[in-house]
């Protein structure tokens, strides 16, 4: 799609929120500046884009917006445009759990079966730790998906849904391999916990992360979203490029058959509400430190390490990568779908964060955080 550009409807690429000025010194040896420079490319009136959030020493250091939420209203970019979190997402779904097992409604220790006694006998021997650290060795549930339809391109593809990412298990007789014994980073075991909520709970998963994690933290933009059941307010759409060579052919590229599962990335957020997750992460004002713990400690897997991606060791914890980066402790986790890449980056250690919320798939939001963090960490090489 592409948009008139009527002058009357172009806006400012580039939308500075209140918090630094250009000029401005952003902490003791890092300028406002220096970081806008790491993003000159999304710099533009027109096209999709991405926000930028910097938390250092517990304030907001740097929020900026690049580009337009959508091609039909080019509305710029700002600190409450909602994104889709992609796998960001699961921070939250594991947080709703650890909360379930705060109320001591569940252990970690709790097996599959015991929540879906109709689940397979291959269920028996997966636990909910299992679950939050990827461990479970269950199937795909993209793959299982797609398989029900060889010869349908995926825009043809009906959405499923958590309870049908479920069912689709539910009809298999194993998993890839036995619980525990590797690591393989796993979409379905991320839905299989939002239906764990639903069925402790009593609530659809998306009230309860809305009662016991949103509201409470006042991130009053965030949703899980449901078409039909709520609307995301000032949304962003997803593009892709059309033609690489093009770099005003965009196509909108929002939804895909496995939009609408809500546990492993349904989630929308703005920069506005996760700064208050953040501060909720720093100041332990959801979780205790010690009920963070088991987050934050890494899974270690009887047959030994795992390799995902390019990291040749994963360290993994509930809902959160912990891989250091160049000797900082870190803990993060991108995320990745149809039209949206995003990421979080902190370094507890360092009271540094970076959040790159993208609506265009040809950036690298954990490259450019990574940027950012060496101007703060001093290791630029």
């Known amino acids: 799609m592409k948009p008139k550009l009527?002058?009357?409807?172009?806006?400012?690429?580039?939308?500075?929120?209140?918090?630094?000025?250009?000029?401005?010194?952003?902490?003791?040896?890092?300028?406002?500046?220096?970081?806008?420079?790491?993003?000159?490319?999304?710099?533009?009136?027109?096209?999709?884009?991405?926000?930028?959030?910097?938390?250092?020493?517990?304030?907001?250091?740097?929020?900026?917006?690049?580009?337009?939420?959508?091609l039909r209203t080019l509305r710029p970019i700002d600190e409450h445009t909602n994104?889709?979190?992609?796998?960001?997402?699961?921070?939250?779904?594991?947080?709703?759990?650890?909360?379930?097992?705060?109320?001591?409604?569940?252990?970690?220790?709790?097996?599959?079966?015991?929540?879906?006694?109709?689940?397979?006998?291959?269920?028996?021997?997966?636990?909910?730790?299992?679950?939050?650290?990827?461990?479970?060795?269950?199937?795909?549930?993209?793959?299982?998906?797609?398989k029900q339809y060889p010869d349908n391109p995926p825009e043809k593809v009906p959405q499923i849904h958590d309870s049908g990412v479920l069912q689709l298990l539910e009809q298999q007789i194993s998993g890839m391999f036995a619980a525990g014994s590797?690591?393989?980073?796993?979409?379905?075991?991320?839905?299989?916990?939002?239906?764990?909520?639903?069925?402790?709970?009593?609530?659809?998963?998306?009230?309860?992360?809305?009662?016991?994690?949103?509201?409470p933290l006042k991130m009053k933009n965030t949703l899980a979203y449901e078409n039909g059941k709520n609307k995301v307010p000032h949304r962003a759409y997803g593009y892709s490029r059309n033609n690489e060579n093009n770099k005003d052919d965009w196509q909108e590229t929002d939804q895909s058959p496995t939009s609408a599962v809500l546990g492993d990335g349904?989630?929308?957020?703005?920069?506005?509400?996760?700064?208050?997750?953040?501060?909720?992460?720093?100041?332990?004002?959801?979780?205790?430190?010690?009920?963070?713990?088991?987050?934050?400690?890494?899974?270690?897997?009887?047959?030994?390490?795992?390799?995902?991606?390019d990291r040749p060791v994963v360290s993994y914890g509930f809902g959160w990568f912990l891989d250091p980066y160049k000797g900082h402790h870190r803990m993060f986790h991108d995320g990745s779908t149809i039209g949206f890449r995003t990421t979080i980056q902190r370094f507890p250690d360092d009271q540094l964060t970076v959040i790159v919320l993208a609506n265009r798939v040809d950036v690298d939001p954990e490259a450019l955080a990574l940027k950012v963090a060496d101007l703060y960490l001093g290791t630029m090489q």
């Open 6 to 70: 009527a002058a009357s409807l172009l806006a400012l690429a580039v939308v500075s929120f209140g918090v630094t000025a250009p000029s401005q010194v952003s902490s003791a040896h890092v300028s406002s500046a220096q970081i806008d420079a790491i993003f000159a490319a999304l710099k533009s009136n027109t096209p999709p884009g991405a926000a930028v959030l910097v938390m250092h020493n517990g304030r907001p250091v740097f929020r900026r917006g690049y580009g337009v939420t959508d």
């Open 83 to 146: 994104f889709r979190l992609a796998s960001f997402t699961k921070q939250f779904t594991a947080a709703a759990i650890m909360l379930l097992a705060r109320d001591g409604k569940l252990r970690y220790d709790d097996h599959l079966t015991e929540f879906f006694p109709e689940f397979p006998a291959y269920g028996k021997s997966i636990t909910v730790r299992n679950l939050l650290n990827h461990t479970s060795g269950l199937r795909d549930y993209e793959e299982l998906l797609m």
């Open 182 to 215: 590797q690591w393989e980073y796993s979409n379905s075991g991320y839905a299989v916990l939002a239906m764990i909520v639903e069925k402790v709970s009593g609530t659809s998963f998306g009230d309860f992360l809305h009662e016991r994690i949103f509201t």
């Open 266 to 309: 349904g989630i929308y957020s703005s920069l506005d509400d996760l700064a208050k997750w953040d501060r909720a992460l720093r100041e332990h004002t959801l979780l205790s430190a010690e009920e963070m713990r088991p987050a934050l400690t890494p899974v270690q897997p009887t047959g030994g390490p795992s390799k995902f991606a």
